[in-house]
Nanobody
Framework: QVQLVESGGGLVQAGGSLRLSCAAS????????MGWFRQAPGKEREFVAAISWSGGSTYYTDSVKGRFTISRDNAKNTVYLQMNGLKPEDTAVYYCAEPAAPIDYEVLNLWVSYNYWGQGTQVTVSS
């Protein structure tokens, strides 16, 4: 049984930083892509970032490039999302996600490509 547990969310002023963590358990963490998604009230879930199984490749949605950094520590079964220069429009519930099988890079930005999800952590950025 795969379990993903996010932590690190909170309330921060615009321009501030937060570091989200996602602890995984239940199978070989190092074999799979990991992704971060977010969902704001009244909006669809959107892709934020993803990282390859080795950590050697990272992918970001345009709105967070240069501000957010995804990383992973396979020894700790944990993926991170360092968020700097936060903006009010970054306010959302942030979810980490893992696919059941290897996926192509062309679809790693699609939430339907992921089978396992954490419970989410709220990030609120005040102006």
């Amino acid at each position: 049984q795969v379990q993903l547990v996010e932590s690190g969310g909170g309330l921060v002023q615009a321009g501030g930083s937060l570091r989200l963590s996602c602890a995984a358990s239940g199978r070989t963490f190092s074999s799979y892509v990991m992704g971060w998604f977010r969902q704001a009230p009244g909006k669809e879930r959107e892709f934020v970032a993803a990282i390859s199984w080795s950590g050697g490749s990272t992918y970001y949605t345009d709105s967070v490039k240069g501000r957010f950094t995804i990383s992973r520590d396979n020894a700790k079964n944990t993926v991170y999302l360092q968020m700097n220069g936060l903006k009010p429009e970054d306010t959302a519930v942030y979810y980490c996600a893992e696919p059941a099988a290897p996926i192509d890079y062309e679809v790693l930005n699609l939430w339907v490509s992921y089978n396992y999800w954490g419970q989410g952590t709220q990030v609120t950025v005040s102006s």
